[in-house]
């Protein structure tokens, strides 16, 4: 059994409210009572081995229960910690530009070696962002930064951060078999340490940075990876499948979504489709990937393939969809459905979203690179 704190906004009496909640690994069952009151909120009840499972419990992680948006705040009891303390060490990799291309094969090893995707962004290397307090900080360590010195500046980068069991050593394994066959412009950086963790992801994933999408109506489309796939370790190979398709990625971003925000990308369904409340349960029980793909609309649909699953596994097996997909709700990805629609798909995600969310980052970040 996993025992948690979780947090819950009602919107009601518009007041945060703290439950105790408890997960039993063998069953997967969950029970939640009030922390103030020792209320029972939800006595235990199965829960569907698909919507969630053991990976999904950790301190950090937020999730839908029965469409009530929680996040895990802290550690209920003391087993529980030293259970999964072990299990949440972080480690980052950034990839320079000549490695975009092995992106999928790449996430898809670490995920094949038992690492979670935490984290993921594109962007442009700025000369003047790694100064000399930030070198100095890793005088011991392999530092790491010494490679952006000389690396190019037009092409696009994407740091990665990762968590897991033994995830440093993990992904310095895999980058040492990959480096054994890279170009010296192909370079594959990991941290080797919790201060190298820090700092790229402070540099790089935490700090407020322009976005790499081009918005490019006629020859770019938007696609977001869902949750399930992230979650079951496929969002590697998904993506690996879509390059090996000629898709180009233009940009790249691990976003967390709360209900509002995925109401207000999900509005045209409200209404039109049946099963709206369960896309958006689907939406905000995890991490989403926002892509920005070099493809018209039309042509990426048709790799995409049929919304409904079993449609895609019958008529269109060599769909991303019928590959990855599960059900009508769990299918794998949102692509844009008209071209018109393909601007505002994007630039909500690299725009509205990506300000919003970096300026808070951008903050905390700041008092450690001043």
């Known amino acids: 059994m996993l025992s948690f704190i979780a947090e819950w906004f009602d919107p009601q009496p518009q007041l945060m409210k703290r439950y105790l909640l408890k997960y039993y690994t063998n069953t997967n069952e969950i029970e939640m009572k009030e922390v103030c009151s020792g209320r029972k909120f939800l006595k235990r009840t199965k829960i569907d081995k698909y919507s ?4 999904d419990f950790y301190v950090g992680a937020a999730t839908c229960i029965f469409s009530r948006d929680l996040k895990l705040v802290d550690y209920g009891d003391n087993a529980t910690r030293i259970s999964l303390d072990n299990q949440l060490e972080k480690t980052v990799a950034v990839l320079t530009p000549g490695m975009k291309s092995s992106l999928g094969k790449i996430l898809r090893t670490t995920e094949e070696h038992g690492l979670m995707l935490v984290d993921m962004k594109a962007f442009k290397l700025q ?10 900080a890793l005088a011991l360590e392999s530092n790491a930064l010494s490679v952006f010195d000389e690396g190019e ?5 994407i740091a990665l951060e990762l968590r897991g069991k033994n995830s440093l050593k993990a992904l310095s394994d895999i980058a040492s078999s990959i480096r054994q066959n890279e170009k010296k412009e192909d370079r594959f950086i990991v ?4 201060a190298e963790v820090i700092l790229l992801r402070d540099l790089f994933l935490k700090r407020r940075q322009k976005s790499t ?3 490019d109506i006629t020859n770019t489309t938007c696609c977001i990876i869902k949750p399930h796939v992230i979650k079951s370790r496929t969002a590697g190979a998904l993506l690996d499948d879509i390059i090996s398709r000629g898709f180009e990625i233009n940009a790249i971003q691990l976003f967390h979504l709360g209900r509002t925000s995925a109401a207000e990308f999900y509005e045209v369904y409200n209404g039109a489709i ?9 939406l905000v029980s995890g991490p989403i990937l926002a892509l920005e793909v070099r493809s018209n609309v039309e042509k990426f649909r ?20 019928a590959k990855f997909g599960m059900d009508r709700i769990r299918n794998a990805l949102h692509c844009t459905d008209l071209p018109e629609d393909n601007t505002n798909e994007t630039s909500y995600f690299f725009n509205i979203l990506n300000e919003s969310e970096q300026q808070t980052s951008n903050e905390q970040a700041m008092s450690f690179l001043d």
């Open 274 to 282: 049946q099963e709206y409340n369960s896309m958006l349960d689907e």
């Open 153 to 157: 500046t037009s092409g696009l980068y």
């Open 302 to 321: 048709k790799s995409a393939g049929p919304w409904d699953i079993e449609m895609a596994r019958n008529l269109y097996p060599d769909t991303i969809r």
């Open 52 to 55: 969630l499972s053991r990976q």
């Open 127 to 136: 000369k003047d962002l790694i100064t000399t307090k930030q070198v100095e």
């Open 213 to 215: 999408a081009t918005y």
């Open 191 to 194: 941290s080797s340490s919790t």
